[in-house]
């Protein structure tokens, strides 16, 4: 299956043919709240144990609003992908063109840039 979707897919959903990798606890992405010394708040990121950056509540609050809106994207995207295939019948490729065309849209409508144009570590061209 061409990677247009997920990077690094493992473990199959039950639902459909999209695989999710699960992250080791090393990997798990985590948030931590603190206060500054000069009682400035903070906002920071934990990757497994290692501390990988802060940032402040505004900027942790509009993070979690552009994580809010990837994740509707994502629903949207596999919703469509899974619509050409089974109900269209369409192969791969009509369901990729598809995809790409809702996405430049979806951007033009709402500003927001959705979707992978690059797959990481694996370097397979845009979608």
Do not use: Y
Request: hydrophobic share 40%; glycine share 8%; proline share 6%.
């Amino acid at each position: 299956m061409p990677c247009f979707l997920l990077a690094h897919r493992i473990d199959p959903c039950p639902e459909s043919d999209v695989f999710v990798e699960r992250a080791t606890p090393q990997e798990q992405l985590d948030h931590e709240s603190g206060v500054h010394q000069d009682g400035e708040p903070f906002i920071q990121l934990i990757r497994g144990d290692q501390l990988i950056g802060q940032m402040s509540p505004q900027d942790a609050r509009d993070h979690a609003l552009a994580m809010i809106e990837a994740a509707e994207a994502a629903e949207q995207d596999a919703f469509l992908v899974w619509f050409v295939k089974n109900k269209l019948h369409g192969d791969e490729h009509m369901a990729v063109s598809l995809l790409v065309g809702f996405r430049e849209w979806r951007e033009k409508q709402s500003g927001i840039q959705t979707g992978q144009k690059l797959v990481p570590d694996k370097g397979f061209p845009k979608a």
